[in-house]
């Protein structure tokens, strides 16, 4: 144990420009900012504190534990993509009569872009606060302590900081020849900070305070790998009735100690005007797409998913920037996570993040298969883990021709149809082997033999042809635009003849011979029993013997798991209507008070009214599982058929499972299960808000956003502002009371035109100021160019719903 100078204090005062670290308070940075308390009974669950580049996952009562199962064990703690930095730390407090560790807070707080733990030490009148936030485009993590003595005696003790370091590669690393060395600590004495590094790479973790440390040590490590461990001890005296800061920065590097260092003094001296600076960039998070509505629990979800957008955008500078699928498992880069939640990106207003993704997707999409087939999974050292199932390829697009409906942007749309032509050309060329229309393979129901004619990839390559009609002639490809129109048209009446089953009101699982459904279902008879679920058992031995009984000479539509993908004909809108009206009906039954399960067989009769805590098995897997997206998915799909009160309580539902666990966010698997944070949650409620509810459709090319409200009956007084729309920002009020409505939008450039369309109904006592009215069929269509545009009519309940 070696003693320091007090020399480093003169040095340290050097690298800081004098500035008073001591006096710059997170706490008064944030007292303003919008918090979330988390429950008493889910401290020792996880928690994020993300930045693009940095992001650092413990328990909320401020431990570090060994958590994740992706790279088991080691999902948690600070990771700098695509590598690790550290396992975590560990603050003592030490009395002469006794010790304190700050690992099992009282209370966790959560803020949109840094979080606070909470210990209360009674006996000594102390109580602490642990903030931590992590600084845009930088490499590292600041940590604030707040020590405060309430009594009025001065207290006396030692504070030790433990840095536990773990420098290793990400998933996949060894594909990329990532080979994980033994680190090695550094004290610098002049700096009086740790420098650990990995010794067979130049990764290098930094770490240390604006504190002189009284000592310092080597400490062994408790966790598995090849980490290393340093203390650091400071003596503190806080008099009575005082406050103590204490500022710590972690720092890394992918290639050299310069680097991290250089890092490490930026945060140290900068922290806080990067905590400012982060605060001013999520206000405008906030204001984007800006939700006011009379059911305040579900406005606050809508605020705060899209704050967890933003903690899913991650960049490794050598590769790209790009959303991830969630955390702490998947803090990598999906092709179908993307395309799902992008769509919601862009309907908040986080533009950026949506065009650095796609950037990546089909850069990587193209270096690898090169056909247009767009890519599953890849791990943020760019290994490519799968090449994409075939859903992910339809899908890409579809997002392609969304994006270019909000931005207008004709050189996007020519940069990225290339990857779509070729892609639909890879899609029925190489994956639809009976020239059916109906590509074969793997969808989103990733289920060992679930690879025939499925209709989640039906359903989305009807989509795509259909929308890639529309690009193609965007860009005068007419005899393509044809072309991909008539193939539209073809699968969409095949999948209404062909998919439907009359017997279950329902669309099929997938399309495919006896023989493979008698294998699934001997599967699904296994698994139904295992779960205790006699009904699904029932069904399934019921449909068993009646393949048995009438035997097909060739394929056909099958109902086995009663998945929730059935539900993509209408989330589409391509089912008939009479189908679609069945088939919500029979999706209304595999619900929970949380939403949608994934596979219906798992629904029992407790399901209606079981809202407890998730109970997964010890082995990761969504066997059970109530999820976002396929409740996302049918609320999109009853708006589709105007069951706006339907689509609603669905997204009450989502809403229920809201903060459940991690205050703040959303897990993938209801309430409190699986991911803690999910990017494609943002599109389960921004598409159903933004574009159905609110009726926001955009036509960026033409410069025209077209509204066609359907709002909810208890949505009385709501307002949607600030919807960018290429150079536009569009907002819309509306109120209904004693039975008079009026809707008030207003647009920042006069320079588009605004089409507002609502039912004929309320035309005879319909005030227009802003714009010119007119009839179409049964619709009224008012056109503004105005900066406001006012309407105001009498409601007729029964209209609008009978």
Not at 78 to 93: E, Q
Not at 249 to 261: D, F, P, R, T
Request: with cysteine.
């Amino acid at each position: 144990m070696k003693h320091l100078t007090s020399g480093i204090l003169l040095v340290l005062l050097s690298l800081l420009g004098c500035k008073d670290l001591s006096k710059e308070s997170f706490a008064d940075s944030l007292h303003d900012s919008p918090s979330l308390t988390g429950k008493t009974e889910y401290l020792k669950s996880p928690y994020v504190t993300a930045g693009n580049r940095v992001y650092m996952i413990g328990h909320q009562d401020g431990s570090f534990p060994e958590l994740g199962w992706h790279i088991k064990g080691e999902m948690g703690g600070i990771w700098d993509h695509p590598i690790k930095l550290m396992d975590g730390f560990k603050i003592d407090l030490d009395w002469k009569d006794r010790t304190f560790s700050l690992d099992g807070a009282n209370s966790f707080v959560n803020y949109p872009f840094a979080n606070k733990h909470i210990f209360e030490i009674p006996d000594k009148n102390i109580e602490v606060e642990r903030w931590q936030f992590v600084p845009d485009d930088k490499e590292g993590i600041a940590i604030q302590l707040i020590v405060k003595n309430r009594g009025e005696n001065a207290q006396n003790f030692n504070l030790k900081f433990t840095g536990f370091s773990d420098l290793r590669p990400t998933w996949l690393g060894e594909r990329t020849q990532m080979t994980n060395g033994s680190d090695t600590a550094h004290f610098v004495e002049e700096l009086g900070v740790w420098i650990v590094k990995d010794s067979l790479n130049p990764w290098v973790t930094v770490f240390g305070s604006d504190q002189v440390p009284r000592q310092h040590s080597i400490e062994s490590t408790h966790y598995s790998g090849n980490g290393a461990g340093g203390s650091l001890d400071y003596s503190i005296a806080i008099p009575g009735k005082t406050d103590r800061i204490l500022n710590f920065v972690i720092a890394g590097s992918h290639g050299s100690k310069e680097e991290a260092l250089a890092t490490y003094r930026d945060i140290l001296y900068n922290g806080p005007e990067y905590l400012n600076a982060k605060k001013t960039r999520y206000k405008t998070l906030a204001t984007n797409s800006k939700l006011t509505l009379p059911d305040k629990k579900m406005q606050e979800t809508f605020e705060w998913l899209k704050y967890n957008c933003d903690w899913l955008v991650r960049t490794v500078p050598a590769i790209g920037t790009g959303i991830t699928a969630g955390l702490p498992d998947y803090p990598w880069w999906f092709g179908v996570d993307s395309e799902y939640a992008l769509k919601g990106y862009m309907a908040v207003g986080q533009k950026a993040a949506v065009y650095s993704t796609i950037k990546l997707l089909d850069s990587i999409s193209n270096a690898n298969n090169g056909n247009g087939r767009i890519v599953h999974e890849v791990s943020t050292n760019g290994a490519v883990f799968n090449k994409g199932n075939i859903n992910e390829t339809p899908q890409f697009a579809s997002l392609i021709w969304n994006i270019y409906q909000w931005n207008g942007d004709r050189d996007f749309l020519k940069k990225y149809f290339p990857t779509v032509q070729k892609g639909l050309d890879w899609l029925i060329k190489e994956n639809d082997a009976d020239n059916n229309l109906f590509p074969e393979g793997f969808g989103m129901m990733e289920i060992h033999g679930l690879d025939s004619e499925m209709i989640d990839v039906a359903s989305y390559t009807q989509k795509a042809f259909a929308d890639a009609s529309k690009m193609a002639l965007a860009l005068g490809k007419d005899v393509l635009a044809l072309q991909y129109r008539e193939l539209a048209a073809k699968l969409k009446a095949r999948i209404n003849a062909e998919f439907w089953s009359e017997e279950f009101n329902s669309y099929a699982d997938f399309i495919g011979t006896d023989d493979q459904a008698l294998k699934l279902i001997e599967d699904a008879i296994v698994r139904a029993d295992t779960l205790k679920k006699p009904w699904a058992v029932t069904e399934l031995l019921s449909t068993k013997k009646s393949i048995l009984s009438h035997p097909s000479r060739g394929p056909k539509p099958f109902v086995v798991f009663h998945n929730w993908v059935v539900n993509t004909p209408m989330e589409m809108g391509i089912a008939d209507q009479d189908k679609a009206l069945k088939a919500l009906e029979t999706a209304s039954r595999f619900v929970n008070p949380f939403g949608v399960f994934v596979t219906g067989i798992d629904r029992d009769e407790s399901a209606g009214t079981d809202d407890g805590s998730f109970k997964g098995s010890k082995a990761f897997s969504y066997t059970g599982a109530v999820m976002t997206l396929p409740t996302g998915v049918l609320a999109i799909a009853e708006n589709n058929y105007g069951r706006t009160e339907k689509a609603l309580a669905y997204l009450k539902k989502m809403t229920h499972s809201f903060s459940y666990a991690l205050p703040g966010s959303m897990y993938e698997v209801s309430p409190d299960y699986g991911m803690m944070c999910q990017a494609w949650n943002i599109y389960a409620f921004a598409v159903p808000i933004v574009n159905q509810f609110f009726g926001i459709n955009p036509d960026a090319a033409h410069k025209t956003v077209v509204i066609e409200p359907n709002l909810p009956k208890e949505w009385n007084n709501c307002s949607l502002e600030n919807v960018e729309v290429g150079s536009n920002s569009i907002s819309v009020f509306y109120k209904m009371e004693d039975g008079k409505v009026s809707y008030k939008i207003t647009q920042s450039d006069i320079n588009w035109t605004v089409k507002l369309i609502l039912p004929q109904d309320p035309e005879k006592e319909l005030k227009v100021t802003g714009g010119q009215k007119s009839i179409h069929g049964d619709k009224v269509v008012i056109l503004s160019t105005a900066k406001e545009l006012e309407c105001n009519y009498q409601w007729n309940y029964h209209y609008f719903h009978e």
